[in-house]
């Protein structure tokens, strides 16, 4: 039995949602969604359910995961209440519930927190530089451990076991009954949404900005196993140094573009921009362009005299890794991959 709470959309507010109950169900955002179908009313079906507080319904829902916000049910919303938004906010309140550790809602609701957070993080790295004694080679040195240990520590201890939780919610708890096999076939739909968001070329006048997010994960991915795998940093080899250079580079000037986008807010997509949605792409921005600076300082033997460019970068990265990773919007890109998955699954599901 549903159990209604009109509070939810008091509580929803606090993960960015405008005016949910400004709806009078007049259909225009589903009329226009190229997401909705005779079984589907995309999105209003979780306008009502956030209306009327269903809360185990949505988090039992893949349907926010599935839509890339493309913005026109807002721009064509006679109420102003911005549905595109709502779905947005949606994911957000749903990343707090899979999250075992509850980070994620407390710095979702609370800037002050994610501050604290920040600066916390940044106070460790300045303290351990100077306990090193800003030996340069020290301190890279450890920095080039922590990603690794970052990386294996993030993933097992807190994504993972949120990635079981979604499944559990999501798969397990609709009741059907999935055969072994379809969790196979469905491993490459997995995969290429993963690497290829292709759903989002669904979305009218959207291939542009498809493109920058697909060279953005490439980027991003590549500078991540160029930094740890191939040891950017303090490798010889010309062509992972210039590799490096490339992926880097990348990395900033599209975040640069996206920037540019919410600060002039041009498209319905950056008109509501929140706290979380600017540390992602500002913090991703400097990871970009931190990386490629530390690199040329030491090309230009400009780094043993100038340890403090290197600082930046590994606050930049501890921020990155242990805020933003595990408990910001980058796990967007992670749910939103295993939700076309699990999509996937229970389209198999007898």
Same mark, same amino acid.
């Given at each position: 039995?549903?159990?209604?709470?009109?509070?939810?959309? =008091?509580?929803?507010?606090? #993960?960015?949602?405008? *005016?949910?109950?400004?709806?009078?169900?007049?259909?225009? +955002?589903?009329? &226009?969604?190229?997401?909705?179908?005779?079984?589907?009313?995309?999105?209003?079906? /979780? &306008?009502?359910?956030?209306?009327?507080?269903?809360?185990?319904? %949505?988090?039992?829902?893949? =349907?926010?995961?599935?839509?890339?916000?493309?913005?026109? +049910?807002?721009?064509? +919303?006679?109420?102003?209440?911005?549905?595109?938004?709502? /779905?947005?906010?949606?994911?957000?309140?749903?990343?707090?519930?899979?999250?075992?550790?509850?980070?994620?809602?407390?710095?979702?609701?609370?800037?002050?927190?994610?501050? !604290?957070?920040?600066?916390?993080? !940044?106070?460790?790295?300045?303290?351990?530089?100077?306990?090193?004694?800003?030996?340069?080679?020290?301190?890279?040195?450890?920095?080039?451990?922590?990603?690794?240990?970052?990386?294996?520590?993030?993933?097992?201890?807190?994504?993972?076991?949120? %990635?079981?939780?979604?499944?559990?919610?999501?798969? $397990?708890?609709?009741?059907?009954?999935?055969?072994? !096999?379809?969790?196979?076939?469905?491993?490459?739909?997995? &995969?290429?949404?993963?690497?290829?968001?292709?759903?989002?070329?669904? +979305?009218? *006048?959207? @291939?542009?900005?498809?493109?920058?997010?697909?060279?953005?994960?490439?980027?991003?991915?590549?500078?991540?196993?160029?930094?740890?795998?191939?040891?950017?940093?303090?490798?010889?080899?010309?062509?992972?140094?210039?590799?490096?250079?490339?992926?880097? !580079?990348?990395?900033?000037?599209?975040?640069?573009?996206?920037?540019?986008?919410?600060?002039?807010? =041009?498209?319905?997509?950056?008109?509501?921009? @929140?706290?979380? =949605?600017?540390?992602?792409? &500002?913090?991703?921005?400097?990871?970009?362009?931190?990386?490629? /600076?530390?690199?040329?300082?030491?090309?230009?033997?400009?780094?043993?005299?100038?340890?403090?460019? #290197? %600082?930046?970068?590994?606050? $930049?990265?501890?921020?990155?890794?242990?805020?933003?990773?595990?408990?910001?919007?980058?796990?967007?890109?992670?749910?939103?991959?295993?939700? /076309?998955? #699990?999509?996937?699954?229970?389209?198999?599901?007898?």
């Amino acid at each position: 039995m549903a159990r209604i709470n009109p509070e939810f959309t =008091d509580e929803l507010k606090k #993960y960015g949602a405008f *005016d949910a109950n400004a709806c009078y169900n007049c259909g225009n +955002c589903t009329a &226009v969604c190229t997401l909705s179908d005779e079984e589907n009313s995309f999105p209003r079906k /979780m &306008v009502r359910y956030s209306v009327l507080g269903l809360e185990s319904e %949505i988090q039992t829902s893949l =349907d926010p995961w599935l839509c890339y916000y493309c913005g026109e +049910c807002s721009s064509t +919303c006679p109420r102003e209440a911005n549905p595109g938004e709502l /779905m947005m906010s949606l994911r957000r309140w749903l990343t707090a519930k899979y999250d075992w550790t509850g980070l994620s809602g407390l710095l979702y609701k609370s800037l002050a927190a994610s501050i !604290a957070a920040f600066v916390f993080l !940044a106070a460790v790295v300045v303290w351990f530089g100077a306990y090193e004694h800003f030996h340069i080679e020290t301190i890279m040195h450890y920095g080039h451990l922590f990603e690794v240990f970052a990386i294996s520590f993030v993933f097992t201890f807190i994504l993972l076991p949120n %990635i079981i939780h979604m499944w559990w919610l999501t798969v $397990v708890k609709s009741g059907k009954h999935v055969p072994l !096999a379809a969790y196979f076939k469905a491993l490459g739909e997995l &995969v290429v949404h993963m690497f290829t968001q292709k759903r989002a070329l669904g +979305c009218d *006048d959207n @291939q542009f900005r498809w493109l920058e997010h697909f060279i953005l994960v490439l980027s991003y991915l590549s500078l991540l196993f160029t930094t740890v795998f191939l040891d950017w940093f303090s490798t010889n080899s010309m062509f992972i140094i210039v590799l490096g250079y490339v992926e880097s !580079a990348l990395i900033f000037i599209v975040t640069f573009d996206f920037v540019r986008h919410r600060i002039i807010k =041009d498209k319905e997509i950056s008109k509501h921009s @929140q706290p979380s =949605d600017w540390l992602f792409v &500002v913090w991703l921005f400097m990871m970009g362009l931190t990386a490629f /600076m530390v690199r040329l300082f030491i090309d230009l033997n400009w780094l043993d005299d100038n340890v403090w460019m #290197y %600082i930046i970068q590994l606050i $930049v990265l501890v921020q990155w890794a242990l805020i933003i990773v595990p408990f910001g919007k980058w796990t967007h890109f992670l749910y939103r991959s295993f939700a /076309m998955y #699990y999509h996937k699954i229970n389209e198999a599901a007898v």
